[in-house]
């Protein structure tokens, strides 16, 4: 079985000053893992994935992630916080069996 | 490349009435999910398909709602009869087997029962 934790439901940071979301995981197998960010009222987009390539993984709009094995985590990233990124994020994980889990979410305020 | 598409985006209905979404996954995704989320909530996988064989569907309320992809394309998810707790976003999404594995999602059908 596997499972996911975000483990901060909310973070707030100024902007221009680093976002730091961070997820743990658990699975019996070598899983893929994405980040996703979901914007009021839309759908849920990709913003990176990690897939058993590149430790460090960047994805758009400045955002990037690093897997380490030995800890399970799999935590998102950015330098610096611009007013756009308030938004929920969640981390997913999808192992072998193809069955998603997601984390509860972390809801990210930018304060001006 | 079109991505997942669903319709409708929002619909509003009473409670006991029946409501059917649909869902047309990128072309040649084998696998489609239906996930449906509560505002303020992470999305709960109700249904996944892997072409038209169901995987999982141990959290879909089979009293009410039912889930199809005959073709093994696109699929509808109905809800019949709808209690005041659907209230939600009901996403698909879809994937690949294999080395792209990444899942895409639509932008959700809105549901608001009254």
């Known amino acids: 079985a596997q499972s996911v934790t975000q483990l901060d439901s909310h973070v707030s940071v100024s902007e221009g000053t680093p976002v730091l979301l961070r997820c743990n995981y658990s699975?019996?197998?070598?899983?893929?893992l994405f980040w996703y960010v979901q914007h009021p009222n839309k759908g849920l987009q990709l913003l990176l994935k990690?897939?058993?390539?590149?430790?460090l993984v960047k994805g758009i709009n400045g955002f990037e992630a690093e897997f380490k094995k030995s800890e399970t985590s799999f935590h998102l990233t950015k330098p610096s916080a611009h007013m756009s990124d308030a938004a929920e994020y969640f981390c997913v994980v999808l192992p072998d069996d193809y069955k998603l889990s997601f984390g509860a979410g972390t809801t990210v305020t930018v304060r001006a | 490349e079109a991505g997942v598409a669903q319709s409708p985006r929002y619909k509003i209905i009473e409670k006991r009435q029946s409501v059917a979404f649909w869902c047309n996954p990128i072309?040649?995704?084998?696998?489609l999910y239906w996930y449906q989320q509560i505002l303020g909530q992470g999305p709960k996988l109700l249904i996944q398909f892997q072409n038209n064989g169901v995987v999982d569907d141990s959290q879909l309320p089979k009293d009410r709602f039912s889930a199809e992809r005959l073709k093994g394309v696109d699929s509808t998810l109905k809800i019949q009869p709808a209690k005041l707790e659907d209230s939600a976003v009901y996403l698909c999404?879809?994937?690949?087997?294999?080395?792209?594995?990444?899942?895409?999602f639509g932008e959700g059908s809105w549901l608001t029962v009254v």
């Open positions: 990690y897939t058993s390539a590149a430790t």
């Open positions: 072309s040649g995704h084998a696998t």
């Open positions: 999404a879809s994937s690949l087997v294999g080395d792209d594995n990444t899942i895409y």
């Open positions: 699975s019996s197998y070598s899983p893929s």
